[in-house]
């Protein structure tokens, strides 16, 4: 498993953007699939996306709105935030197929 850090997170007012990334200590070319998941107070681990090398997929909540991307050069994975709600607040990790996940980074959307 390759180790996790994600950043980028922070206090954003609604409608707002943020780009969260992730960057692996190692190669993320031979995963599969990279993705992001989130966990609101209170709340269960929810998925909010991934990408492989056939697709990108999205929960319905953020779709049309977030954005995935993956650098397998520079061992990255990507997630742009547009049109941000309040619903949106929580901590947000990064993931992969091989069993990796990162200690989290906190967005919190708020006028």
């Known amino acids: 498993q390759v180790q996790l850090v994600e950043s980028g997170g922070g206090l954003v007012q609604p409608g707002g953007s943020l780009r969260l990334s992730c960057a692996a200590s190692g190669s993320i070319f031979s995963i599969y699939a990279m993705g992001w998941y989130r966990q609101a107070p209170g709340k269960e681990r929810e998925w909010v996306g991934h990408i492989s090398r056939d697709a990108v997929e999205y929960a319905d909540s953020v779709k049309g709105r977030f954005t995935l991307s993956r650098d397998n050069t520079n061992n990255r994975v990507y997630l742009q935030m547009d049109d941000l709600k309040p619903e949106d607040t929580a901590v947000y990790f990064c993931?992969?197929?091989?069993?990796?996940w990162g200690q989290g980074t906190q967005v919190t959307v708020s006028s």
């Open positions: 993931t992969g197929t091989d069993g990796s």
